[in-house]
């Protein structure tokens, strides 16, 4: 997947010249170079990030919002946690989007990824019989979302804590260590401040 020149600078031209996006977009360019990654492949990803980064800009009109740091989130999971440094799946991952859809990057790489939008109740099994590099995605891009539930509504906590119990953490066992114990450290300790805080032990 090469780009023109022209498409490649432009997402990341149209990144603010400061702030969270541009220090977080920075980061993931400095924890690329680490990978040993060549300067074409850390630049689709850095493409893609600089891509989705701005699509959020756009949609939530705030660089502040929770969401808005998603895609650069997930890409650090998969290359700190899951030591995931292929160019292939570090791009598609960054177009991904498994909980809003106004802030879906249309791309048909990321459409690869099953989620509950494109799967409905067909979301575990097609997570289960999909590439282990899918997988990952899958999981590492949800496991952000976990991760920032306690700022969205209080309605939607547990709904969502229960998807992740039942769908997403037994898949998580079965495809990466690291990341299962992510997922199992997450659902006790949001349990325990958020759905049961009153709850002795």
Do not use: K, Q
Request: glycine share 4%.
């Amino acid at each position: 997947m090469d780009l023109a020149p022209e498409r490649r600078d432009a997402p990341l031209a149209r990144l603010p010249a400061s702030g969270r996006l541009r220090e977080m977009h920075l980061r993931l360019a400095r924890r690329l170079e680490s990978t040993g990654l060549d300067a074409v492949a850390r630049e689709r990803v850095l493409h893609a990030n600089a891509r989705a980064l701005v699509h959020r800009r756009e949609v939530l009109g705030d660089d502040e919002h929770f969401d808005a740091l998603h895609p650069s989130r997930t890409l650090l999971i998969l290359l700190d946690d899951c030591d995931v440094t292929d160019a292939d799946a570090l791009t598609t991952a960054a177009l991904v989007e498994s909980e809003h859809d106004r802030l879906r990057v249309e791309s048909e790489d990321a459409a690869r990824v099953p989620t509950a939008a494109s799967c409905g109740d067909r979301l575990a099994e097609e997570l289960l019989v999909a590439p282990e590099s899918i997988r990952l995605i899958a999981l590492a891009e949800r496991l952000d979302h976990a991760r920032h539930l306690h700022l969205r509504a209080a309605t939607t906590w547990p709904a969502f804590h229960e998807n992740i119990e039942a769908l997403y953490a037994p898949i998580a066992e079965r495809t990466h260590a690291r990341l299962a114990r992510r997922y199992a450290w997450w659902l006790g300790t949001f349990r325990r401040r958020f759905l049961d805080p009153g709850r002795a032990g």
